[in-house]
């Protein structure tokens, strides 16, 4: 399968200090994440992309959504509709590219669409994820969809363009997702590295683009959900407008000039991606229970 070829992993370069000797209070708080470091390509259908096209059975339904509500700020937000508008693929992931992501049994593709459209107050004015999890066995035996319907109306802020991704492991700590005690002295601590060493511990050690696990790449304070049941939700995957990435920035593309540790708003220094503003830089980030057996998800948007 061409799939099994194409995701390359890419290389992050080495962390620029030792955070178990300069601040051991944070190791306990590292987690594992799968940077996706999405960049504009030509993804297939048998491949894990985001915006591209997806494993879809002939006759499965396409998710169209009928919100009566939803609707699109570039048209003075008139409200769309009534006929349902076709949602558009966000993310196609099969578990072969990502070793570190807990499947449910039986599932070996996840993917991930939304209506292109803002929702409402209570959908946080942003679109909503729905999630699909399948059975790459499943889906050989059966008759694909040639080619999706297209939404007749759709805000572009949130329809990708198709990028192939390169999903790589990568530990980081929290930006916000701490004691507030610890939080203050992780402040301070930050500004005294980015005095000495030029980037600050945000720069260096949490990240704000796309990924699987790991923390919410929040960019407003914390908002996590608690499930019906109870239980509170894990974060299972952020996607984020920004793909700049900064420190994060692989070894293989650090071939541009101004590519160190700095993060920049320079179109020409930004690597080509899906193009989603998102708002003004946001990010959507979906969380999910597995305590209940349906897996239940939510979301929460920031920007
Ligand atoms: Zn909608
Ligand atoms: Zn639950």
Redesign the pocket.
């Known amino acids: 399968m061409r799939g099994l070829e194409v995701i390359m992993r890419l290389t992050v370069p080495p962390a620029p200090l030792d955070i178990a000797r300069e601040f051991p209070e944070l190791v306990p708080y590292a987690r594992t994440t799968t940077l996706l470091y999405p960049r504009a390509g030509s993804p297939v259908r048998d491949e894990s992309s985001l915006g591209g096209p997806l494993l879809w059975p002939a006759d499965e339904p396409w998710p169209m959504?009928a919100?009566p509500d939803?609707y699109n700020p570039a048209r003075d937000c008139a409200v769309v509709g009534p006929a349902p508008?076709a949602m558009v693929p966000v993310l196609q992931l099969f578990a072969r590219n990502v070793p570190a992501m807990v499947f449910p049994v039986g599932a070996d593709v996840l993917q991930v669409l939304w209506?292109p459209?803002i929702?409402s107050e209570y959908d946080q004015h942003s679109p909503?994820p729905v999630l699909r999890w399948q059975s790459a066995a499943d889906l050989a035996d059966r008759r694909l969809l040639d080619q999706a319907p297209r939404p007749y109306e759709f805000d572009d802020e949130y329809v990708p363009r198709p990028c192939v991704i390169h999903a790589t492991e990568a530990v980081e700590y929290p930006n916000w997702d701490m004691p507030e005690e610890l939080s203050e002295r992780v402040g301070k601590w930050s500004e005294e590295i980015e005095e000495s060493c030029g980037i600050s511990y945000y720069d260096a050690f949490t990240t704000q683009q796309s990924k699987i696990g790991g923390y919410p790449g929040w960019t407003q304070p914390p908002n996590w959900p608690i499930c019906t049941c109870g239980s509170p939700m894990e974060h299972l995957l952020t996607i984020s407008a920004s793909e700049s990435c900064g420190r994060w920035l692989p070894v293989e593309e650090r071939t541009r000039p101004g590519c160190g540790w700095e993060t920049s708003d320079d179109p020409e220094l930004q690597h080509d991606s899906h193009e989603m503003i998102m708002g003004d830089g946001g990010g959507i980030y979906v969380f999910v229970c597995r305590t209940c057996p349906t897996w239940p998800t939510v979301h929460r948007y920031d920007c």
């Open positions: 959504c919100a939803h508008v209506c459209l929702h909503v």
